[in-house]
């Protein structure tokens, strides 16, 4: 069975730092398009980063630059989510989604497979 399971969410101060995971089980990540999407509360879902199947990185939201990286491991079917700076407008659930095909997307109904989420809090 298919399933993502994120992980690594959870309360941070203005200026720290969280890794997020993507956990992949039920097939092969290495053909797909991983993407990190946010949604805070009263707003739509956007997109964050995303990852080809090359490695190539796609950057949808422009206040995460320099701040927010994201990585692949193949072998562990697993995406991370390196937030660092993190500020209060970060504060969001954070979500992996896989697109079954190589290239990213921003577009939301591309990505075929959803994790539940985790929470990501910036509060002093």
């Known amino acids: 069975q298919l399933q993502l399971v994120e992980s690594g969410g ?7 730092s969280l890794r997020l995971s993507c956990a992949v089980s039920g097939f092969t990540l290495d053909n797909y398009a991983v993407g990190w999407f946010r949604q805070a509360p009263g707003k739509e879902r956007e997109g964050v980063l995303c990852i ?8 949808y939201e422009n206040s995460v630059k320099g701040r927010f990286t994201i990585s692949r491991d193949n072998a562990k079917n697993t995406v991370f989510l390196q937030m660092d700076s993190l500020n209060p407008e970060d504060t969001a659930v954070y979500y992996c989604a ?9 577009y939301r109904p591309f990505y075929a497979y959803w994790g539940r989420g985790t929470q990501v809090t910036v509060s002093s």
């Open 10 to 16: 959870g309360l941070v101060q203005p200026g720290g």
């Open 98 to 106: 896989v697109r079954q095909a190589g290239a990213c997307s921003f």
């Open 52 to 59: 080809n199947s090359s490695g190539g990185i796609a950057n």
